[in-house]
């Protein structure tokens, strides 16, 4: 291991931490972290004014390290997806649940096992450990929405590797220009032009590969192409949200999308906006607004198809999750039905339990719902700040 100091922070980047860091007795990063671009940004923050000691591992130890980190962290977050989305927020016989486990498994165990697609996770891990389970998680859910809408199973493999590598010309783009921001909102135009072109960055970079196939690639490229182009325009950057329209010897319109690319992108949002809520002003919100938001645009970014595949199988209320109802009564969310936004519930006051999808609860409604306090989640927004990269 060596010592680092601060202003040599710079050319660090994928490189793993051999001891926790601590600033002022708080754990800030823990040992074998990898050092991507915004934890550089943090620490070099912190030692300004602290004194920090940072620790590397030598290249050989990196080495014998990082497969070991990746293979744990791929197969942990593929399956806290997977039981996130069958136990917290889906409805699923217990038959469905154990084909789409034994699926998304399967897939899990294919993409370990080539060299290429471990590469590719390798290097994104490094790049940053955020956008590595983001493009995973957006995997798990495609292919879940996939085997719901009776896709084949070699679409829904498809579809799952176009999900998988659909922000694979980040790499090269961060690669190629190493100080620029991971964080969207801090870049200039120039530099938001630049990234807008991972799509095709990506769709370019794959074009020998016989591993990837022609719908995986049309993911790729068409991702953030939006349904109705018109209305994409985002007055506050001067630029457009939907993208791309041309780059280079290709030329994309919407026509060129289909369900499958409707698919990843609705997945691709909803997963930016649910988990990467600190990028939206900073402010909490709720999964009502996120999946209203994803309705009401079924006809303007995603295609009302993909829309309402999305909002039939995955609900607005988590599993757990307090809720107010019309009756005045507050209750704990147990299970999902069928109708994913109608669950059995638990009432508070008596401990009672209703099936709101039966049709002798019809007339109770879920108002909101309440964190541990008592308040409403979420606060109202304007649809124009919701964006994702």
């Not at 197969?75 to 889906?90: A, M």
């Not at 690639?217 to 985002?234: A, F, G, N, P, Q």
């Not at 709101?356 to 008592?374: D, F, M, T």
Request: aromatic letters at 12%.
């Amino acid at each position: 291991m060596k010592q680092i100091y601060a202003d040599q922070l710079d050319y660090c980047k994928g490189k793993i931490l051999a001891r926790d860091i601590y600033c002022k007795d708080e754990l800030i990063f823990k040992k074998d972290t990898v050092l991507d671009l915004l934890k550089i940004e943090k620490l070099k923050e912190l030692s300004k004014e602290n004194l920090i000691i940072i620790l590397i591992k030598e290249d050989v130890e990196q080495f014998q390290t990082i497969p070991l980190i990746l293979h744990a962290q791929i197969k942990l977050i593929f399956n806290e997806s997977i039981n996130d989305l069958l136990n917290k927020y889906s409805f699923s016989t217990n038959d469905d649940s154990k084909l789409i486990k034994e699926l998304l498994l399967l897939f899990l165990d294919n993409i370990t096992t080539e060299d290429f697609f471990k590469n590719y996770l390798e290097n994104l891990y490094i790049l940053s450990h955020d956008v590595f389970s983001h493009v995973i998680r957006v995997a798990v859910l495609s292919m879940f929405l996939g085997i719901k809408a009776n896709y084949s199973k070699d679409i829904i493999k498809d579809l799952g590797i176009g999900a998988l590598l659909h922000d694979i010309g980040k790499i090269k783009i961060f690669t190629d220009f190493p100080k620029l921001s991971l964080e969207y909102r801090n870049y200039n135009y120039i530099e938001y032009e630049l990234i807008k072109t991972h799509p095709f960055v990506g769709y370019k970079d794959t074009e020998e590969n016989k591993l990837i196939s022609n719908l995986s690639r049309k993911i790729i490229l068409l991702h953030h192409v939006w349904e109705d182009y018109k209305k994409s325009y985002d007055s506050e950057r001067m630029t457009y949200l939907s993208y791309p329209n041309h780059y280079y010897d290709i030329k994309v319109t919407k026509d060129m999308k289909d369900q499958t690319v409707n698919i990843v992108q609705v997945a691709n949002c909803y997963d930016k906006l649910f988990y990467e809520q600190t990028d939206l002003d900073k402010q909490q919100v709720s999964r009502i607004q996120i999946m209203d938001y994803i309705k009401n645009n079924g006809d303007i970014i995603f295609n009302k198809f993909a829309s309402e595949l999305l909002c039939k199988y995955i609900s607005k209320y988590e599993v757990g999750s307090k809720v107010y109802l019309s009756n005045n009564k507050t209750a704990k969310i147990l299970k999902h039905t069928n109708d994913v936004d109608r669950p059995i519930i638990k009432v508070f006051d008596d401990n009672k339990i209703i099936n709101l999808n039966e049709k002798a609860n019809k007339n109770i409604n879920i108002i909101k719902v309440l964190n541990k306090e008592g308040d409403l989640i979420g606060r109202t927004r304007n649809s124009k700040k919701y964006n994702y990269m």
